[in-house]
């Protein structure tokens, strides 16, 4: 079994290499040639722990296996980072174990190559407007991977926490944008593609603030009830996402259909656009990714990194 610590992720792979897995992952979803099991997700009663699975199959890329892991809120304290994640392949034609992988660094280069993806597909032509909504742990990793797949030329900011719009402003700069913190209308007014990554349970973007030819990656949704924009934005938008199943119960699409605005069969899963066989943005004025985060994202990357540990001959392995 080939074992990649933690501390190996970020000398073996990068966004490059994580956007192509998971676009390719998610191109075979839309085939039918890889699926998610259902998630797990449990209060353990102890450390006030949220500890889980996601799980999955790709027979195209026979990435089998399942992402362990939660959000341990007492972490901090300790010096730790509170999500915790680890991903375990497994051989699909055996069932042995192939691979122990960890999963935080992942967590963060999945989460932005699926929006990245969405935009390299969906963005309006020309966009030259980027608009952030969040300013937390995840905002910068998406921030670098969308401004791969389009030619921004500036970035405007939102956070609902003021004081911590400096991550935003450091990013900016470190990839070379100017930016300018903004109000939401203003945002809503001016960016082409707007990225939504907080862990709101109320939304932020109005229907009333998006004016343009916009598309929205709608990322920090992953859970009933969370929420950042509203419903009637997303019921006006032509909506993608990674899953369906996922988008209408635990993703931003689920309260636009708590709302009746809108049924399953309005949301199109964004592998379909990568396989030519759905137009995309089309002459839609305003498109929608969903991105609810699937386990086939963690596979499709953690399998990367195992390749990318034995093509570079520094994989760990052991007799397990
Ligand atoms: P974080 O705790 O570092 O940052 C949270 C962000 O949300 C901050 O910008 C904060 O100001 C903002 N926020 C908090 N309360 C808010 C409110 N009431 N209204 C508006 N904004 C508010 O978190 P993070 O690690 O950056 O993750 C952000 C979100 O992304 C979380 O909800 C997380 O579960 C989700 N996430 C999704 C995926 C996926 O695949 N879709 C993957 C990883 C994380």
Redesign the pocket.
Known sequence: MIIVPEKDIASLIGRAESLDAVEAVFAAMAAGDAWNFPVIREAIGHADALYGFKSGFDRKSLALGLKSGGYWPGNEARGLTN?QSTVLLFDADTGRPHALVGGNLL??L??AA?SAVSIKYLAPKGAKVLGM???????AFQMRAAADVADFERVIGW???PE?ISRLEETAAEIGLPFEQVSLERLGREADVIIS??????P?LLDEHVTGPTHIAC?????KG?Q?VEAALVARARLFTDEVAQSVSIGECQHAIAQGLITQDDITEIGAVINGTHEGRGDAELTLFD???VGL?DLAVAARVVELAQERGVALEVDF
């Open positions: 999500h967590t963060a999945r989460t699926a909504i969040g300013a937390g742990h995840q905002s956070n609902y926490h911590m990554i907080t862990s709101a349970f109320a932020s990322m920090g949704t992953d859970t969370k950042e991105g609810t985060g994202q």
